[in-house]
């Protein structure tokens, strides 16, 4: 079967609530195992990444730079190798780097032309582009070499390559194969016999780096040529006459392939892409130019956050949750382990999961885009308080120099958009607070709050809070954690992902210091007495009171609480402490 079942995700400038919800998607409704992250942003790609590998998807990184001498690329990938390694250490076995992705249209030198357009013209033309074959080669394999020793020097997991099918390789110094391997014309057998031969003829196991096509009748025959209906010279650009809007076309293709791939002994396949904003879906055939795009969502052209599903993404959804049987193992595969932690093994790499995952889903993020004052905070606050996740260094953190001072220290997970953490800290100045979130946005307003109320004793964490406990904070040493309304995952098959889990809450029980206090609020009532049952259940925590904690006055009243109320469901508080 496929080992990687994924799909591609472009982040140009989509809020973080957008990223976030479009992962969980991608995760929970799509049933993807992966998902491959392309961005010229390496902070945006880390806090994609943060994201995604928090609700459980393993992640490929690719870094993305458009018209870039090779100089730049290779700085530019510098940066994102130690990204990358920083998200591989808290999540060993999950990441890979790609090092870029076909540099032979992509960057300078290879093909004529000083813009991608234009070299994309010769590569559209065989006779014209074989003209070059062996000068990109030559080129391209020297530019690969120095790829890879830089990211060697930073990043320590398995790195790959995504190809374009035109391109020869020497894939030697690297753990996976990885093609950009667009069916194209009517010789479906020549693209089968071709995806054999490399699945055969390869040392490595073999990824599908891209494969898609657009939502129009004769797609399938296009493939990556697919965008080539618009006139993108008129004003605005429309489609050319002739062509007529069909999913099924895109649906078929997509599904008829990942099948493929699983008969093949193909490792892993990435559908691209999840979204095509700049190809927005409208009701007039003429300048809908979703057809020419390959997003399994449609996007609006008014707000490209906004997306329905196309026929294409439940062809995926279907093929990723059904067994796909292999036919033609491969020669290097990555196989599950008997206790069903994966070990990723590659050539000459072998990442091992030591531990459980556990995945950590804070509130629901209710912000849009960053405002002026949050950027400001970003720039200004965020350097005095505040800590990525990635850039904290191996072993304990030190709290007293984190804070500046000697205090007991409580850990709320999921500060959201921090009213409640802000006036929460300003109440207790004895204590030191230590606020964790995912989200920019949510941090950026919370840092707004404590500089309006002068509020010294809050420190700001972002990322994973359950990998934070898991290697930075010493046992027996946090005087309480904070957990107010979780996400509740409502849905039976998604109840996995909830937050409040034995392992998790045994977790946050041996950080504790004897007598120091779990306190969670929620305000949905199945979810409740899982917390209730979950809690009793460890061994290493006391309920205070016999079920329910009556709420306390301290507690600030949050807008999820409120809207509970108007709507008319109870909210419930926990509050256990450490046994000595």
């Known amino acids: 079967m496929l080992d990687v079942r994924g799909i591609s995700y472009v982040l140009c400038d989509e809020p973080a609530d957008v990223v976030r919800r479009d992962l969980r998607a991608i995760s929970g409704d799509l049933h993807c195992t992966t998902v491959m992250l392309l961005g010229a942003d390496a902070n945006r790609l880390a806090e994609a990444a943060e994201v995604a590998l ?68 010769v590569l559209i033309r ?14 391209l394999n020297r530019l690969l070499g120095a790829a890879l020793t830089v990211a060697r020097q930073h990043f320590t997991g398995p790195i790959t390559y995504a190809s374009g099918y035109w391109e020869n390789v020497d894939w030697s110094g690297f753990d996976l194969v990885g093609v950009n391997l667009y069916r194209m014309g009517d010789d479906h057998t020549a693209y089968e016999d071709r995806l054999r031969r490399l699945v055969k ?148 790499v072998v990442e091992t999961k030591e531990r459980r995952r556990l995945d950590v889903v804070s ?9 002026a004052g949050q950027q400001r905070a970003w720039t200004e606050i965020w350097p005095r308080i505040g800590r990525r996740l990635t850039d904290i260094p191996p072993g304990p953190v030190d709290f007293d120099s984190w804070f500046g001072r000697s205090a007991p220290v409580v850990l709320e997970i999921g500060s959201g958009m921090g009213d409640s953490t802000a006036k929460l800290a300003a109440a207790a100045p004895e204590l030191n607070h230590l606020a964790a979130e995912v989200y920019q946005a949510g941090h950026g307003q919370l840092m707004l709050w404590a500089e309006r109320a002068e509020i010294s004793n809050l420190r700001l964490l972002l990322g994973d809070a359950v990998i934070f406990l898991m290697d930075h904070v010493p046992a027996g040493t946090l005087h309480g954690v904070r957990i107010y309304f979780p996400d509740p995952w409502p849905k039976k098959r998604h109840h996995k992902r909830r937050l ?81």
């Open 54 to 121: 928090g609700i459980g998807l393993d992640v490929y990184v690719r870094p993305y730079l458009e018209n870039a001498r090779a100089s730049e690329v290779l700085a530019h990938l510098g940066g994102v190798a130690l990204v990358a390694e920083r998200l591989r250490v808290a999540y060993p076995g999950q990441v890979t780097l790609l090092v870029g992705s076909e540099f032979s249209l992509t960057s300078k030198g290879m093909l004529p032309g000083p813009a991608l357009f234009l070299r994309l013209q």
């Open 126 to 139: 065989p006779r014209l582009r074989r003209l070059y074959d062996r000068r990109i080669t030559r080129k």
């Open 201 to 348: 003829e390869s040392e490595r196991p073999v990824v599908v780096t891209e494969f898609g096509c657009g939502a129009f009748v004769g797609a399938d025959r296009r493939g990556p040529g697919s965008f080539l209906i618009v006139n993108w010279f008129s004003d605005p650009p429309r489609i050319k006459d002739g062509f007529v809007r069909d999913e099924q076309t895109q649906a078929g293709y997509l599904g008829e392939l990942i099948e493929l791939y699983a008969r093949s002994g193909v490792h892993g396949c990435f559908v691209y892409t999840f979204a095509s904003p700049g190809f927005p879906h409208r009701v007039n055939p003429a300048v809908d130019l979703d057809m020419a795009g390959f997003g399994v969502v449609k996007t609006s052209p008014d707000d490209p956050g906004q997306w329905q599903p196309k026929a294409a993404f439940h062809e995926v959804a279907n093929r990723y949750a059904r067994p796909l049987t292999r036919q033609l193992p491969g020669p290097a595969s990555a196989r599950a382990d008997s206790e069903g932690g994966r070990s990723t093994k590659y050539a000459g």
């Open 363 to 371: 509130h629901v993020q209710r912000s849009t885009r960053m405002t």
């Open 500 to 580: 409040i889990q034995p392992d998790f809450v045994a977790l946050v029980a041996s950080k504790l210091a004897p007598g120091g206090t779990l306190h969670l609020a929620t305000d949905w009532a199945e979810y409740a007495d899982q917390m209730l049952a979950v809690c009793t259940a460890e061994p290493l925590l006391e309920n205070q009171y016999d079920t329910w904690a009556p709420r306390p006055k301290w507690r600030p009243i949050t807008k999820f609480e409120t809207r509970a109320h108007r709507e008319s469901r109870p909210t419930q508080d926990l509050i256990f402490t450490r046994r000595a």
